[in-house]
């Protein structure tokens, strides 16, 4: 596992960069795309209505999905695509870690998971569709008559996901169940057209659309759940279930973690409410503080979080932290730790992504440091705010430089820029080292160039001008080039080997 590969070499304070995952690209092409054709329909969101119950003895979840999708483009679509990413762990050529990682997120051996497709309908009528792609994760749907321009239409999708025993974002370990990237979500049709890209092992191979959810669960009563939604509706039946009805507005997944163990503080910050999920209390002030602070500093410096509530979830999870919609998990490990700075440090970076990834959205196969550099530099701004700026030098200069350096004297950095795909990476190692820590590098050098009035002023606006959407690299450059004098044209080529026009 990574976690102990980086203790040897780094120290653990140096490590944690490597426990927060993240991804992809066409680093030589001018990335002029942008979302603007989609602009006049912005306000539509498909809508996700999911009814489902988990049984904990076969751990799997039957569920009913129907799905309310426009066609927001000018052209026909004869089929509709989706990710099933549940496949992905169908069996061990296509499970999504490296060699070295199998033995932690199987500590009891491999253990499948998938999704199967039972049925798809629209008004009643049987749709024919197929299940394709590298590890089965994409299904496509083929409807009876082409969704025109500005059709809605509805579909009804029947399906059963098996969670494998594996501590990773979908499984399940001694402690929580994480009901992650279960369901069939919409794969995204941009410029490029349909993004059907696989789940690869480096990375959050992730890229959707905001949309509206409205999911039920029934679960065992014993449980405690946390989850991506607001609670609307809580009951209980005779046979110990309990069923939870929640909803959740422009959110770009929908994550539930449920655990019989968890401990729940919950606080405010400017209005939003607070959750830390935490196992047998450990250090459970620690994590929701961090994260009232994380949430009142991103709002004070970026913006204010739009959502009601925030859970962050001791989790299961032997990568560190991952981000989803109002909901981050928190490897447990990170709790049990003598020292409070990699978990302060997880919780500040997932966090960040609310803002980079949750609300300002991109694809995070083709243009991962989009989200992640400018989430790992955000936790740098966290700790400036906080503790002061000589506490973020010394992060910067002994952690994040640190890395890159380190990673340059194992192996030569090719030169190809931050801005790569997923695909273009050799492991994980060389995806953090590049897009985290030379990604916040670069926002480094992009903030000392325009110096903080200018810099601080884009980010806000760059929040602003793109919450709910899905953003490029153009998009990113143009604001923060509107927002100084500064030809930032030459510090966007040598570092990022994009061609700017
Ligand atoms: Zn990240």
Known sequence: MRFNRRLKTLGIVFSVLLFTMCLQ????????????????????????????????????????????????????????????????????KHIPFEEEEMQYAYPNGFNPGWIEIIDIKEKNQRLYYKVMGDGETVLRVTPQMPIKPGEEREFLIEFEVKLPNVVARMGYGDNTINITNWFPILAVYDQQGWNLDPYYAIGDPFYSEV????????VPSDYIIATTGNIVKQQSSKKNKTRYKMSAEKVRNFAMILSKKFDVKTANVDGITVNSYTLEGQKSEEALQVALDSVAIFNKIFGKYPYQ?????????FLGGMEYPNLVMIGNQLYRLEEDFPLEYVIAHEIAHQWWYGIVGNNEVTEPWLDEALTEYSTLLYFEEKYGSHIKEQIFEKMIKAQYENFLALKTDKGEGILRSLKDFDDSLEYSSIVYSRGALFVEALRSEMGDKNFYRALREYYQRYQFQNVTTMD???????????????LFQEWLKVNIE
């Open 309 to 317: 509530q925030l859970s962050v979830v001791a989790s299961d999870f």
């Open 211 to 218: 949309a509206s959810y409205d999911i039920s669960i029934e």
């Open 25 to 92: 690209v066409f680093f030589q092409q001018p990335y002029i795309e942008n979302v603007s054709s989609r602009k006049a329909d912005e306000d539509y969101l498909n809508h996700y209505k999911i009814e489902t119950v988990f049984d904990d003895e076969s751990m799997s979840l039957k569920g009913s999905q129907t799905i309310t999708f426009k066609n927001k483009l000018n052209d026909d679509f004869e089929n509709i695509y989706f990710h099933i990413y549940p496949n992905i762990f169908k069996n061990k």
């Open 476 to 490: 990113f450059y143009n604001i923060f080039e509107k927002n100084t004098d500064k030809k930032l044209k030459p």
